[in-house]
């Protein structure tokens, strides 16, 4: 159901899947973002696009060089995290960091003429700060949620925000204020 959501915006929601919360790459941390990230779509289920990214590889994918093998297409690795898909508008499988490449995720937004993006999740240096700078090359306004987002060594976090800020123009806001925008006033 598409009638009512909230025109021109959608949430991105990247790689909160297997090996990235409590698999291979793994964490606590990981898995408080994947939690609180649940808490945060229900209550937006129905009145926004969320859109949710999956890394998913095939074998010998030349990423495996860098990272060895994780979140194989196929495998619980590259599965969205417990009870988070049901809530998604759409699920956009990747091979690259950068969700933009090889997907069909500019074409379904600019279909859904949606120009403005809330992103969040897994890991902030790497394919989270790709897709912020895939979406900043493709003209969209970008607000990351940064206590929804973490990343595989989390002393990258926070000069991965301080980039995104800086090359992207990103805006920062946090799990309750985003939350906040969908409370009936
Ligand atoms: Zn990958």
Redesign the pocket.
Known sequence: MLHGLRKGEAYIIVDLVGDFVTGKFGSSKAVQVAMSTLETVKKMSGKMEILMTR?A?ITD?P?FRI?GE??VDGTSGSELYDGLAQYATRIIPK?H?DAFFGSDLDGYLRAREVTKLYISGISTDI?VQHTVSGAFFRGYEITLVKDLCTSIDEKNHEDAVKRMIANYGVSIINQWEFEELYVEK
Do not use: I
Request: charge should be negative.
């Open positions: 890394d590889h994918d990423e990272w994780h979140c091979r960091y394919c």
